[in-house]
Nanobody, 116 residues
Framework: QVHLVESGGGLVQAGGSLRLSCTAS????????MAWYRQSPGKQREVVAS???????YYIDSVKGRFTISRDNAKNTLFLEMTNLQSEDTAVYYC??????????WGQGTQVTVSS
């Protein structure tokens, strides 16, 4: 059973930084593409960044140059380094992966709140 646990969220002032972590179990982590999503109240969940098993990143335009996705396969952990945070980044952030049947797996989420 795939299990994802996020941590690292919190309250930060605009312009500040946070580092999110997602620890995975129940899967051969290095074989999986991984992603970070976020969801704000009243909005659909959206992908923020993803990282292929080969290490190729993808970012949505609004976070390019501010967020960095990375992984430590030895520790089964995915990271999201977030800098220059803005109020529009306030959301619950979720770790995500899919198996070969396109089944989605989600963590419980971690709240990021940016105060202006």
């Amino acid at each position: 059973q795939v299990h994802l646990v996020e941590s690292g969220g919190g309250l930060v002032q605009a312009g500040g930084s946070l580092r999110l972590s997602c620890t995975a179990s129940g899967l051969a982590f290095s074989d999986y593409h991984m992603a970070w999503y976020r969801q704000s109240p009243g909005k659909q969940r959206e992908v923020v960044a993803s990282l292929t098993r080969g290490g190729i990143p993808y970012y949505i335009d609004s976070v390019k140059g501010r967020f960095t996705i990375s992984r430590d396969n030895a520790k089964n952990t995915l990271f999201l380094e977030m800098t220059n945070l803005q109020s529009e980044d306030t959301a619950v952030y979720y770790c995500n992966t899919q198996n070969w049947r396109s089944e989605n797996f989600w963590g419980q989420g971690t709240q990021v709140t940016v105060s202006s």
